[in-house]
């Protein structure tokens, strides 16, 4: 009996190293309340279409840009298991919107975290200096694995919609701040970045030292843009420019990326497609 617990045993320390080994993010624009939406777009009529992406993807970091503190509350009743990392943009605390991180309890403890700016005063709750007219923010945390030790920091983010100069040096801000924790940092940068995949801004990410690594591009060099875009405006058009990212740094090698299509009876859950990925451990 005894060669057989053992034997079980090691298929048990197996299938949670595995598990251990892979990582999965989602990074999904929710779209903000605004009286601009109405009938089946209306946050109260797609909520349990977004929450239930979330929750059936089960993604280790599921990171959400344009929410609204009473949406993540939303997000978080229909996902049960889920920690939560951000502030509202506005003001530090919990007013306008949140670039948040949702995290599988489970599975991951916060050992730090924070949210800074994207302007010259990068620690002043509200600033907006770089000729963009909506305040912007990125928010990032410090998780710990509970099983292996593993560290890894995520970063997330919503670049503006409007100004390119702002869309530049938020780009040149981040990689800084991902360059500070080393070359080694095992790092996740996600968001909606407003940019396509020739912008310059998204070449300072690329090209940044350490580099980090475009999952979707990376695994998808031949697509054509129209089987890649993400931001739809509630028409399910595929036509649409790729603007919402995952990157890795090189920590990780990328297995999967999948743009997430999901609509019922036509109808989407959010004006852009949310973008998942699977990544292992190097």
């Known amino acids: 009996m005894k060669p057989l617990l053992t034997l079980l045993a090691c298929v048990a320390w197996a299938v949670g190293d595995t598990r251990a080994e892979t990582l999965t993010v989602m990074t999904f624009n929710l779209r903000y309340i605004t009286a601009g939406d109405t009938g089946v777009r209306t946050w109260v009529n797609r909520r349990d279409a977004a929450a239930g992406l979330i929750r059936r993807e089960a993604a280790d970091f599921a990171c959400v840009q344009e929410a609204f503190r009473s949406m993540l509350d939303d997000v978080k009743a229909r996902v049960p298991g889920y920690g939560e990392v951000g502030v509202g943009r506005e003001d530090g605390k919990e007013q306008g919107e949140y670039a948040a991180i949702l995290y599988h309890a489970a599975t991951w403890t916060v050992e730090d975290s924070g949210t800074f700016w994207l302007s010259d005063t990068p620690a002043v709750a509200g600033s907006c200096t770089w000729g963009n007219h909506v305040t912007r923010i990125c928010t990032w945390a410090r998780f710990k694995h509970k099983s292996s030790g593993r560290l890894i920091h995520v970063f997330n983010t919503h670049f503006d919609h409007e100004s390119q100069p702002s869309r530049e ?97 036509g109808n989407y859950p959010s004006d852009h497609f949310p973008v998942r990925a699977t990544m292992a451990w190097k």
């Open 169 to 265: 040096k938020a780009a040149a801000l981040v990689t800084q701040r991902i360059a500070a924790l080393g070359t080694a940092a095992a790092v996740i940068f996600t968001g909606d970045l407003n940019a396509a995949p020739d912008n310059p801004a998204i070449t300072l990410l690329t090209q940044a030292a350490p580099p980090l690594l475009d999952v979707w591009q990376t695994l998808h060099p031949s697509l054509p843009a129209a089987q890649s875009s993400t931001c739809h405006f509630f028409t399910g058009n595929h036509a649409g420019e790729r603007i919402d990212y995952i990157f890795a740094s090189g920590a990780f090698t990328p297995l999967t990326a999948d743009i997430l299509y999901d609509a019922q009876d």
